[in-house]
């Protein structure tokens, strides 16, 4: 059976997908200023990529 949330559980789901969103903006400045380190792809959550850039 499908279980639906309540409007306050969803309220709650939206707040935390808003507040976890990564900012397109943030990540183009850490590429632009420190992306030869691989900071950008850290900030995204991407450590297999950011640990390749790294190395």
Known sequence: MYNKLTSEEKMLAYSEVANNKKSTDVA????????????????????????????
């Open 28 to 55: 183009y400045l850490l590429w632009f200023f420190l992306g030869s380190i691989g900071i950008h792809s850290f900030y995204l959550n991407r450590k297999g990529s950011g640990i390749t850039i790294l190395i």
